[in-house]
């Protein structure tokens, strides 16, 4: 085991296209460490640095006590698992397993005594005889984790490995695969696009963005305290409602947007230094979906606002309320970003079901029984409010803001 470290890493194409742009990170000695962003965002470039599939056009790598920049990938002790699998289909499943060890000129018994290990820490036993046409998605999935699971190498590296599945399936190789760190205890890096897998998954989570590091924290910390508006807009599903709103005094603090009031606890300005400065000017509001009820079932002191149902999505223990308010969506680079990353590969981007309205959602129990076109008062907690401001998109308050590249900058 080893930790890795990326100090000051540049990755530059051609034509001065800058894929990774000054990226410091340091994934501690046994941490599940995972990478990610939006398409395009440098994740998968760094991964391939470190595994030195990609040269690095600046800065080092290092992973134990080597700088492995001129390493060739044979010679970093690290075992990739790829999104494709690529497992040979003329090879068994035990062929498979076995043939990194055999080009490496690891002894028979050796070879046969780590392959039994990883099929059965995978429960491949009794597959070790098919050739990959013979299994399912899952399956091979899992003889590529063991290929690299017999080699023992100082880290881990996965490239979207879950992404091939179905549903169903990637929420189970999800729990395999931490079962599988917790027992191994192997540095790992693990790319996603999907920040539900990466919430589940890291122990900690870097977010990039255009290249650069946004921000890397415990999955809860991201959620809690998102440094920026991308940060809080990319982590959280659904994501987080935005608004830009007025910061009041009018009988206490308050922020108020589309004909609404608000009010904001004395306690969050304590929690976020220099939000008072705000007084009289706009900033943005951010409301997570989870932090809404309806008011029939909330707490009594949380916050009220009346809406009407656009759509429902019920979803058995909860209900994703879809609604507008009466105040344009927020335009702001980050948000743009958003919204572009959301709709990326579709024909058509996202119809707003009012013109010049912001869609918000609001999860909320299924003891509701809201529907569609209904009249219906929501609680807010105030407490879980977010600020951001509205020349830069950083969280206002946040002590790792200033810290933050702009992207395009």
């Not at 498979?96 to 039994?116: C, D, H, M, S, W």
């Not at 023992?152 to 395999?176: F, G, H, I, T, W």
């Not at 935005?242 to 206490?252: I, P």
């Not at 308050?254 to 000017?281: S, W």
């Amino acid at each position: 085991m080893a930790q890795i470290v990326l100090d000051n890493v540049d990755k530059v194409y051609p034509g001065a296209v800058r894929a990774v742009d000054g990226l410091t990170l340091e994934i501690k000695d046994g941490e599940f460490m995972v990478l990610v962003g939006p398409s395009g965002c440098g994740k998968s470039t760094a991964l391939r640095m470190i595994a030195g599939l990609e040269d690095i056009s600046a800065g080092t790598v290092s992973i134990g006590d080597r700088v492995v920049n001129d390493l060739a990938p044979k010679d970093r002790d690290i075992a990739m698992v790829f999104q494709n699998y690529a497992l040979y289909p003329h090879m068994t499943v035990e062929q498979n397993l076995a043939f990194g060890l055999q080009l490496r000129g690891t002894p028979k018994p050796e070879i046969k005594k780590r392959v039994a290990e990883a099929a059965k820490m995978l429960g491949l036993d009794q597959y070790l005889k098919r050739k990959p046409a013979a299994l399912s998605g899952g399956q091979r999935q899992r003889v590529a984790m063991g290929r690299a699971i017999v080699r023992e190498p100082q880290a881990y590296l996965m490239d979207e490995p879950l992404s091939n599945l179905d549903a169903k399936l990637r929420v189970s190789m999800r729990a395999s695969l931490n079962q599988l760190h917790d027992r191994l205890g192997v540095t790992t890096v693990y790319v996603t696009h999907d920040q539900i897998e990466a919430m589940t998954l890291g122990h900690r989570v870097c977010v990039l963005r255009e290249g650069r590091l946004q921000q890397v924290d415990t999955p809860q910390r991201l959620f809690d305290n998102p440094v920026n508006l991308f940060v809080a807009g990319f982590i959280g599903s659904p994501a987080m409602n935005f608004v830009t709103a007025q910061l009041v005094r009018d009988g206490g603090p308050h922020v108020a947007f589309a004909g609404e009031k608000l009010p904001v606890p004395e306690e969050t300005f304590a929690g976020k230094p220099g939000l008072d400065g705000y007084f009289g000017r706009e900033v943005i509001v951010g409301v997570r979906p989870s932090d809404f009820e309806d008011a029939a079932h909330a707490n009594a002191r949380w916050a009220r606002i009346p809406v009407h149902t656009s759509v429902t999505e019920e979803l058995g223990s909860e209900i994703n309320v879809i609604f507008t308010i009466d105040a344009p969506p927020v335009v702001h680079k980050d948000t743009t970003d958003l919204a572009q990353d959301a709709t990326e590969g579709e024909e058509d981007a996202a119809i707003p079901l009012v013109e010049d309205k912001a869609l918000w959602t609001a999860r909320v129990n299924a003891r509701s029984h809201v529907r569609p076109g209904q009249d219906i008062e929501l609680a807010v907690d105030t407490n879980n409010l977010h600020f951001f401001d509205p020349d830069s998109g950083v969280a206002i308050g946040h002590a790792a803001a200033h810290a933050v590249a702009p992207a395009g900058a």
